[in-house]
């Protein structure tokens, strides 16, 4: 139920507009996860108390940033008192008491930039990054990451306790990186923002194809980091991940089954999407500092223009792939520039790169190999070898659409086959 009282809802508001920047300014005057978690909701709580009393604060922001450093250097005072151990006494220490220290709005915008490059620090292990970053930049609660992943709740919220632990013991430093280290450590938070992005537009398991409070934290993410540090890879995967995005609705169909992009009706992707990813591959491809996000988000472009999937540039998109592949050699990048030739040149040579991928003992795990070589033996005729192929796919999926997908076409092979042996 909706709250009448105006002075609530102007908490709520600030809360959700304001909380994560909050949060993030006290880790850095706290020194401490933890401690600054628990003055964030002691300043709201403070907040809840005094603005009906007082008024709305004219910089809400730093009234409670104010509140929450104040208090929590009031609990560390009560406990160095009691506690005859040294955690309290040094845990004062770090506790800043300048107020010029959070005042600077230069620093304070800062703040969401050192945490992100916290939570993704090489240190921590990759489900770690990725748990901690939707846990303290996006502020996600422990069940709702851990139903988004498919993990028991108490496993997550061990994993965020050890990653905390592991900043606070190996004194992480809480900074943005200087420009020498930039490149590297950039790249670890790019890739866990891809990783949270995939898991909700193209889930790795369970019953639905993709989880949209996912995909759009990780799209939230990724705008963050443009508004914070518009590096040219920075705005190449916030526009890959919004041309991806863009076809969400066209993907499934009414009753979750999966639509192959040949198929999707166009008129269901969302053009200011397409519009503004767009804008943002141009930015970075100008940049001359190209790297593998803008050139897939390249290669999405070229998808999402296309006003049907035959007027589809497949020679731009093979080119694209070439760049690609020489910027960031990999077996996935080889296996969708092997579709990419199948649908420019015909199946018969897309196949053989897809087998000599295989043969190489590349990929041989990965379920959409396996896929992609069963609809190039379907397309050219190889009736035994596309069954063989799809069964492979579908012992390998773990998703049902795509289960479902599978066992369709499989029964359309066989019937296909009876009928031709008929």
Request: glycine share 4%; aromatic share 4%.
């Amino acid at each position: 139920m909706a709250s009448t009282d105006p002075v609530l809802e102007a908490v709520n508001a600030v809360y959700i507009a304001e909380s994560r920047r909050v949060l993030a300014t006290l880790i850095r005057l706290l020194g401490d996860f933890d401690a600054a978690e628990e003055a964030l909701h002691d300043s709201f709580r403070a907040a809840l108390e005094q603005w009906p009393r007082d008024g709305i604060p004219a910089n809400p922001r730093a009234w409670l940033v104010s509140a929450g450093r104040f208090k929590a250097i009031d609990s560390l005072r009560r406990r160095k008192r009691f506690d005859p151990l040294d955690e309290a006494g040094n845990a004062l220490e770090l506790a800043v008491e300048d107020p010029a220290a959070w005042a600077d709005r230069e620093s304070v915008e800062d703040d969401r930039l050192r945490l992100i490059f916290t939570c993704c620090h090489p240190a921590l292990s990759a489900d770690a990054q990725v748990a901690l970053t939707l846990r303290e930049v996006c502020g996600l609660s422990t069940e709702e990451i851990a139903r988004a992943f498919l993990t028991p709740a108490p496993t997550l919220a061990q994993r965020i306790v050890r990653a905390k632990a592991k900043i606070r013991d190996a004194r992480i430093p809480y900074q943005v990186p200087t420009p020498a280290e930039l490149p590297e450590r950039l790249d670890a938070v790019l890739r866990v923002i891809y990783l949270v992005f995939n898991e909700g537009y193209a889930a790795s398991s369970g019953s639905s194809l993709t989880r949209h409070d996912v995909s759009t934290e990780a799209i939230r993410l990724g705008r963050l980091l443009v508004e914070l540090l518009p590096e040219p890879e920075a705005q190449g995967l916030l526009a890959l991940m919004l041309l991806h995005e863009s076809r969400r609705a066209a993907r499934t169909t009414e009753t979750g089954e999966v639509v192959l992009l040949d198929d999707q009706d166009r008129s269901k992707w969302d053009r200011a999407q397409i519009a503004e990813g767009t804008r943002l591959v141009e930015r970075a491809l100008a940049s001359r500092r190209i790297g593998p996000y803008a050139i897939q988000a390249a290669i999405a472009a070229v998808h999402a223009e296309a006003p049907t999937a035959a007027a589809t540039d497949w020679h731009e998109i093979v080119g694209l792939y070439d760049v690609l592949r020489r910027i960031e050699a990999s077996p996935v990048i080889e296996l969708n520039r092997a579709v990419a030739v199948a649908m420019r040149d015909g199946p018969a040579p897309g196949l053989a790169l897809v087998d000599d991928i295989l043969g190489r003992g590349d990929l041989g795990e990965y379920r959409l190999a396996h896929a992609a070589r069963a609809e190039l033996c379907r397309r050219l005729g190889k009736v035994d070898d596309a069954l063989a192929a799809y069964q492979r796919a579908l012992a390998l999926t773990r998703q049902e659409p795509e289960r479902r997908f599978l066992e369709r076409r499989i029964a359309e092979v066989s019937a296909a086959r009876s009928a031709a042996g008929a």
